[in-house]
């Protein structure tokens, strides 16, 4: 498959080892991080934010103690801030169930699995650490069990550490 270029709606592509991560910077801010699959192209940072998001994210790839603080965008509805707040809280290496965090903010399952979608800033808000009691859950508004963004789930917990749930993480 022929590599694509990214989009300007990107302001910057970095490498990961299950593809690439968008960067969408505005207005000194990280705005959005978007996993993209293989055939994207790395694209060099066009500001100071998105090349200290670049670096972050490279460090998380390669450690994934590695910690953020990167300037973001205030998004999202009160309800899903109060979700992203609980799952900024599960610890590296640990999963919660999407009713463990509904009963943490006093909420619903799928609200919460909703919110978690509606994630801006994957990675910064681990939104992979939350799953199904049964088993992955979805991912990014995604559930096929063979796609990309439960292969990116997949990925992303076994780097941090995450064993079981009978999951091939690579």
């Known amino acids: 498959m022929k590599k694509q270029q990214g989009s300007e709606l990107f302001s910057a592509i970095v490498a990961a080892p299950f593809g690439a991560m968008g960067v969408r910077t505005e207005n000194g801010l990280v705005r959005e991080l978007v996993y993209l699959p293989p055939h994207f192209l790395e694209m060099e940072a066009q500001d100071a934010v998105a090349q200290q998001a670049c670096v972050q994210l490279a460090r998380y790839f390669a450690d994934p103690d590695a910690p953020f603080d990167l300037p ?7 309800f899903q801030q109060k979700v992203w707040a609980a799952i900024a809280q599960i610890p590296r290496g640990r999963v919660r169930t999407y ?13 919460v699995g909703q ?53 091939s993480a690579r």
């Open 99 to 111: 009713g463990d965090v509904a009963r943490f903010i006093g909420s619903a399952p799928r609200a």
């Open 115 to 167: 919110a978690c979608g509606a994630n801006w800033f994957p990675l910064l808000i681990p939104c992979h650490r939350v799953t199904a009691a049964g088993g992955l859950g979805g991912f990014s508004h995604h559930d096929d069990a063979a796609g990309f963004h439960l292969g990116v789930k997949r990925w992303l917990l076994a780097h941090e550490g995450v064993e079981g749930m009978g999951w």
């Open 72 to 78: 973001l965008a205030p998004l999202g509805s009160p």
